[in-house]
C-alpha cells in the first residue's frame, strides 16, 4: 500500500479514540473461559469498546489519577462524540459518566475543563443526566484532583465561570447552563444551588461593555439564555438578581447604538438573538415589582423603545412585552406616553406583523391609558384610525376623543373628531376594552352609547354648539345621534332654552328640527348607515 500523503491537505487523521485492532474468532464470545481478552490494551491508549463495555472503558480511564491530561481530553472528546443520541446518552449516564466529568471540571489542565464542561452540557440533554449532577463527583472513590471538594455539580461550574480565567472555559461552562435550564427540572436545580448568583455576579462584572470576542459573546448569550429559563420556570428564579445592579447593566448593554452593536463578533443572527434574550430578560423580571423598579432607575424605558423599530421581528415582540410590564408602574406609564406613544402607533398600523405582537400592544395601550395624559394623547395621534379606537377602547373612546372637540383645537381636528364621536353614537355598542379604565359607573351605559357620551364626555354638548359655525353637517350628525337617549334629549333642550348655546338663529332651528324626528325610525336608519360603512371600509 503506497504511503500517506503527510504534506498538506492530503493527510488523513484519526478520528478521536480510534484504534485498530486484529482479532480472531477464537475470543471471548466463542471461547468464554479465557481470561485475558484485555492483555493487549494498554492503560493510556484510549479506545472504544463494543457493546455494553463502550462507555465503561472510557469512564475508567476518567477516572484513573495517572492518565495524562492529553488522553483524559481524548476519551471526553470520545464520549461527546459518541452522545449524538439519545440512547448512547443513556448509555453514558449509566456508566457515571456523569460524576467523571464533574470531578474533572477542577482539573489543573485547563484543556480538560473545557472538554469536562462539554460532557456536562450533553449530559445535561437527559432527565437522567440531571438528577445526578446534584450528586456530582460524591460518591468517587478515587478523586482526580483535589482542587475542591467532591459534591454538586452546579457550584463547580459556578466556580469555574467566576475564577477561571480562560474565554473556551467560560463558554463551554455557560453552554452547560443553558443546556441544564432548557428544561423545568433543571431552572429550579440552577436556582436550588445557588448559581444564579454566580451569573449575576459575572454578568455584573462584564456588562455593560460589549463582549470584545466570540467566545465571550457567545458565553454572553448563553447566561442570558439560562437567565430568562429560570426567571419564567423556576421558583424564586428572580431572588438573586435583585439588589445587585444586574437590571441597570442590562439596560446598559441595550443602550449602546447599533453601530456599536454591529461589531458584535457573532454571526448578525446570534447578535439580534443576544439582544432579544437581553429583552427577554427585562420583561422577565419586569413581572416583580422590584425588576420594574430598578428598570426605571436606569431609564429602561426610554432605552426599550428603541427596539420598536427593529428590523427583526421576535426583537420588536420581546421589547413590546418588556414595556407591558414596565407599565405596570406609573413612572412606566409615564415613560410609555413620553418615548414610546408614537412607535405604538406604528406597530398597529402594521398589518405585517404578528398577531400576538398586536395583542401585547393593544394591551399595553389599555394599561398606560390608565393615565389620562395617555388616553388623549393616544386618541389624537390616532384619530383617524376608528378601528383601532374601537379595539382598544371601544364605546368609552367617546370621553378619549370628545376633548378634541374643543374650540382651541384648530378645525381639522374638530371635524375630523365630530366624525369618530358620530362613529361611535351609531349603534350597536362597541364593547372593547372589558376592564373599563377609567372605571364607569353604571356599566350599562356602555350598552347606551348616547347615554354614555353625556354623562361621561365633558361638554359634548357646547363644542358641539361651537363646531355648527364652522361644520354644522359634522355637528348636526352628532346632535341627531345624541337625541336618540332621552336624556341627552332633555339635556340638549335644556342648553339651548339656558341661552348658554352661542350659534345663530338658523343652526338652533336646525338643532330644533331634529326633536321632531320619530326615535325609532332614526334609529333603525342610524343602523343601517352603520352596516353600509361596514361593508365599505377597508379591513384594519
Same mark, same amino acid.
Given at each position: 500500500?503506497?504511503?500517506a500523503?503527510t504534506t498538506?491537505?492530503?493527510?488523513v487523521?484519526?478520528?478521536?479514540?480510534?484504534?485498530?485492532?486484529i482479532?480472531?474468532?477464537?475470543?471471548?464470545?466463542?471461547?468464554?473461559?479465557?481470561?485475558?481478552?484485555r492483555?493487549?490494551?494498554?492503560?493510556?491508549?484510549?479506545?472504544?469498546?463494543?457493546?455494553?463495555r463502550?462507555?465503561p472503558?472510557l469512564?475508567e480511564?476518567?477516572?484513573?489519577?495517572?492518565?495524562a491530561?492529553e488522553?483524559?481530553i481524548e476519551?471526553?472528546?470520545?464520549?461527546? +462524540?459518541?452522545?449524538a443520541n439519545?440512547?448512547?446518552?443513556?448509555?453514558?449516564?449509566?456508566?457515571?459518566?456523569v460524576?467523571?466529568?464533574?470531578? &474533572?471540571?477542577?482539573h +489543573?489542565?485547563?484543556?480538560?475543563?473545557?472538554?469536562?464542561?462539554?460532557v456536562?452540557?450533553s449530559m445535561?440533554?437527559?432527565i437522567?443526566?440531571?438528577?445526578?449532577?446534584?450528586v456530582g463527583?460524591?460518591?468517587?472513590t478515587?478523586?482526580?484532583?483535589?482542587?475542591?471538594?467532591?459534591?454538586a455539580?452546579?457550584?463547580?461550574?459556578?466556580?469555574?465561570l467566576?475564577?477561571?480565567? +480562560?474565554?473556551?472555559v467560560k463558554?463551554?461552562?455557560?453552554?452547560?447552563? !443553558?443546556?441544564?435550564?432548557?428544561?423545568?427540572d433543571?431552572?429550579?436545580?440552577?436556582?436550588?444551588?445557588?448559581?444564579?448568583?454566580a451569573? /449575576?455576579?459575572?454578568?455584573?462584572a462584564?456588562l455593560?461593555?460589549?463582549?470584545p470576542t466570540?467566545?465571550?459573546?457567545q458565553?454572553?448569550?448563553?447566561l442570558?439564555?439560562t437567565l430568562?429559563?429560570?426567571?419564567m420556570?423556576?421558583?424564586?428564579?428572580?431572588?438573586?438578581?435583585?439588589?445587585?445592579?444586574?437590571?441597570?447593566?442590562?439596560?446598559?448593554?441595550?443602550g449602546?447604538?447599533p453601530k456599536?452593536?454591529?461589531?458584535?463578533?457573532l454571526?448578525?443572527?446570534?447578535?439580534?438573538?443576544?439582544?432579544?434574550?437581553?429583552?427577554?430578560?427585562?420583561?422577565h423580571?419586569?413581572?416583580?415589582p422590584?425588576?420594574r423598579?430598578?428598570?426605571?432607575?436606569?431609564?429602561?424605558v !426610554?432605552v426599550?423603545?428603541?427596539?420598536?423599530k427593529?428590523t +427583526?421581528?421576535k426583537?420588536r415582540? /420581546?421589547?413590546?412585552? /418588556?414595556?407591558?410590564?414596565?407599565?405596570?408602574e406609573?413612572?412606566?406609564?409615564?415613560d410609555?406616553?413620553?418615548?414610546?406613544?408614537?412607535?405604538?402607533?406604528?406597530?398597529l398600523?402594521?398589518?405585517k406583523?404578528?398577531?400576538?405582537?398586536?395583542?401585547t400592544?393593544i394591551?399595553?395601550?389599555?394599561?398606560?391609558?390608565?393615565?389620562p395624559?395617555?388616553?388623549?394623547?393616544?386618541?389624537r395621534l390616532?384619530?383617524?384610525?376608528i378601528?383601532?379606537l374601537?379595539?382598544?377602547?371601544?364605546?368609552?373612546s367617546?370621553?378619549?376623543?370628545?376633548?378634541?372637540l374643543?374650540p382651541?383645537?384648530n378645525l381639522e381636528?374638530?371635524?375630523?373628531?365630530?366624525?369618530?364621536?358620530?362613529h361611535?353614537l351609531?349603534?350597536?355598542?362597541?364593547?372593547g376594552?372589558?376592564i373599563r379604565?377609567?372605571p364607569?359607573?353604571p &356599566?350599562?351605559?356602555?350598552?347606551?352609547?348616547p347615554?354614555?357620551?353625556?354623562?361621561?364626555?365633558?361638554?359634548? &354638548?357646547?363644542?358641539l354648539?361651537?363646531?355648527?359655525?364652522?361644520?354644522?353637517?359634522?355637528?348636526?350628525?352628532?346632535?341627531?345621534? &345624541?337625541?336618540?337617549a332621552?336624556?341627552?334629549r332633555?339635556?340638549?333642550?335644556?342648553?339651548?332654552?339656558?341661552?348658554?348655546?352661542?350659534i345663530?338663529?338658523?343652526?338652533?332651528?336646525?338643532v330644533?328640527?331634529?326633536?321632531?324626528?320619530?326615535?325609532?325610525?332614526?334609529?333603525?336608519?342610524?343602523?343601517?348607515?352603520?352596516?353600509?360603512?361596514?361593508?365599505?371600509?377597508?379591513?384594519?
Amino acid at each position: 500500500m503506497a504511503a500517506a500523503d503527510t504534506t498538506g491537505a492530503g493527510t488523513v487523521l484519526p478520528l478521536q479514540a480510534y484504534q485498530r485492532h486484529i482479532t480472531s474468532d477464537f475470543l471471548a464470545d466463542r471461547y468464554p473461559y479465557l481470561e485475558d481478552i484485555r492483555g493487549h490494551l494498554k492503560e493510556d491508549d484510549v479506545s472504544m469498546a463494543f457493546g455494553d463495555r463502550l462507555f465503561p472503558r472510557l469512564v475508567e480511564q476518567l477516572k484513573s489519577p495517572t492518565i495524562a491530561p492529553e488522553k483524559l481530553i481524548e476519551a471526553l472528546r470520545t464520549v461527546v +462524540d459518541l452522545c449524538a443520541n439519545q440512547e448512547n446518552k443513556s448509555q453514558a449516564i449509566a456508566s457515571d459518566v456523569v460524576a467523571a466529568a464533574t470531578d &474533572l471540571l477542577m482539573h +489543573d489542565h485547563v484543556p480538560v475543563r473545557r472538554e469536562a464542561a462539554r460532557v456536562i452540557t450533553s449530559m445535561a440533554l437527559m432527565i437522567g443526566g440531571r438528577s445526578l449532577m446534584p450528586v456530582g463527583s460524591a460518591n468517587l472513590t478515587q478523586r482526580f484532583t483535589s482542587a475542591m471538594a467532591s459534591g454538586a455539580t452546579m457550584p463547580r461550574l459556578a466556580k469555574l465561570l467566576l475564577s477561571c480565567n +480562560d474565554q473556551l472555559v467560560k463558554m463551554h461552562v455557560a453552554e452547560a447552563l !443553558r443546556s441544564v435550564t432548557q428544561f423545568r427540572d433543571g431552572c429550579q436545580q440552577v436556582v436550588d444551588h445557588e448559581t444564579v448568583k454566580a451569573v /449575576a455576579q459575572y454578568l455584573c462584572a462584564t456588562l455593560p461593555n460589549l463582549p470584545p470576542t466570540v467566545e465571550l459573546a457567545q458565553c454572553l448569550l448563553h447566561l442570558l439564555y439560562t437567565l430568562g429559563a429560570v426567571t419564567m420556570y423556576a421558583k424564586d428564579g428572580m431572588r438573586d438578581l435583585f439588589g445587585v445592579g444586574l437590571i441597570a447593566k442590562i439596560v446598559g448593554f441595550l443602550g449602546h447604538l447599533p453601530k456599536d452593536h454591529a461589531q458584535n463578533p457573532l454571526s448578525p443572527e446570534a447578535a439580534t438573538d443576544t439582544l432579544r434574550q437581553a429583552l427577554r430578560v427585562l420583561w422577565h423580571t419586569g413581572n416583580d415589582p422590584r425588576g420594574r423598579l430598578e428598570a426605571h432607575g436606569a431609564d429602561g424605558v !426610554r432605552v426599550v423603545t428603541n427596539y420598536l423599530k427593529h428590523t +427583526d421581528p421576535k426583537v420588536r415582540e /420581546a421589547a413590546v412585552c /418588556a414595556l407591558n410590564v414596565a407599565s405596570l408602574e406609573t413612572q412606566g406609564k409615564k415613560d410609555v406616553l413620553r418615548y414610546s406613544i408614537g412607535g405604538l402607533g406604528e406597530l398597529l398600523h402594521n398589518d405585517k406583523e404578528t398577531p400576538y405582537l398586536h395583542e401585547t400592544s393593544i394591551q399595553l395601550c389599555r394599561c398606560a391609558s390608565e393615565l389620562p395624559a395617555f388616553r388623549f394623547s393616544f386618541a389624537r395621534l390616532n384619530l383617524r384610525s376608528i378601528w383601532l379606537l374601537e379595539k382598544i377602547y371601544g364605546t368609552p373612546s367617546l370621553a378619549a376623543v370628545s376633548p378634541l372637540l374643543n374650540p382651541r383645537e384648530n378645525l381639522e381636528t374638530r371635524i375630523e373628531a365630530a366624525k369618530v364621536v358620530r362613529h361611535f353614537l351609531r349603534p350597536p355598542s362597541i364593547e372593547g376594552d372589558k376592564i373599563r379604565v377609567p372605571p364607569i359607573c353604571p &356599566l350599562r351605559h356602555i350598552e347606551n352609547p348616547p347615554l354614555f357620551a353625556i354623562e361621561e364626555c365633558a361638554d359634548i &354638548l357646547s363644542n358641539l354648539a361651537a363646531l355648527m359655525q364652522d361644520a354644522p353637517e359634522e355637528a348636526l350628525d352628532c346632535f341627531e345621534a &345624541l337625541v336618540e337617549a332621552d336624556k341627552p334629549r332633555e339635556e340638549l333642550q335644556a342648553f339651548l332654552e339656558s341661552g348658554r348655546a352661542q350659534i345663530s338663529e338658523a343652526n338652533r332651528e336646525r338643532v330644533e328640527a331634529i326633536w321632531q324626528k320619530d326615535p325609532e325610525a332614526s334609529e333603525q336608519s342610524d343602523l343601517q348607515d352603520f352596516r353600509d360603512w361596514q361593508s365599505t371600509s377597508p379591513a384594519p
